[in-house]
């Protein structure tokens, strides 16, 4: 639905009800307020562009999400075993992303390398190696 559409069905709404129009622009303008102070922060910062860092939210995401659904969702095991920082102590980050990348032969981990970038597997591991995404 564009703008323009939503902008239509919005006034079509005011005249049967104006006051809960009226609550809704609230509400639209509040949710465009602070998605501009969510996003904006992100876009200014440092040389690589915001793009980036959205890329990277979308990556921590997914480790939570897709990793999580056999890792658990705080990484601490499941039916994968827990890839806390402690767990990978012997493991390089270049071979957390082989293990990534390739997964892991007659076991439930697949490979990623059909859906995710060589940067994106490196960022990962860097990120299980550091213990970043994890909470406490
Ligand atoms: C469908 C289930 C499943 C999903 C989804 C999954 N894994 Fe796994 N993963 C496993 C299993 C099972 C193992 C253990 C394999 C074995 O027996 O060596 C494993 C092993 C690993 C290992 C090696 C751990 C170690 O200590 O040897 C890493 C690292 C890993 N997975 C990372 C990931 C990441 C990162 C993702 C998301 C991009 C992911 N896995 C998604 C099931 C899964």
């Given at each position: 639905?564009?703008?323009?559409?939503?902008?239509i069905?919005?006034?079509?709404t005011q005249?049967?009800?104006?006051?809960?129009?009226e609550g809704?622009?609230?509400?639209?303008?509040?949710?465009?307020?602070?998605?501009?102070l969510v996003?904006t922060?992100?876009t200014v910062?440092?040389d690589?562009?915001g793009?980036q860092?959205?890329?990277?939210?979308?990556?921590?995401n997914?480790?939570?999400q897709?990793?999580?659904?056999?890792?658990?969702?705080?990484l601490?095991?499941?039916?994968?075993?827990?890839?806390?920082p402690?767990d990978?102590?012997d493991?390089s980050?270049?071979?957390?992303a082989?293990?990534?990348?390739?997964?892991?032969?007659?076991?439930?981990?697949?490979p990623?390398?059909?859906?995710?970038?060589?940067?994106?597997i490196?960022?990962?591991s860097q990120?299980?190696?550091s213990?970043?995404?994890?909470s406490?």
């Open positions: 639905m564009g703008v323009v559409t939503m902008l069905t919005l006034g079509r005249s049967l009800n104006s006051s809960w129009r809704q622009w609230r509400r639209l303008v509040s949710a465009a307020l602070l998605f501009g996003v922060p992100a910062m440092g690589e562009s793009a860092a959205a890329g990277q939210a979308r990556l921590a997914l480790v939570v897709d990793c999580g659904s056999c890792h658990g969702l705080t601490r095991g499941g039916l994968g075993p827990p890839l806390r402690e990978l102590g493991l980050v270049e071979a957390i082989a293990i990534i990348r390739e997964g892991v032969p007659d076991t439930a981990m697949p990623w390398k059909p859906l995710l970038s060589p940067k994106e490196h960022w990962i990120q299980l190696k213990g970043a995404l994890v406490p």
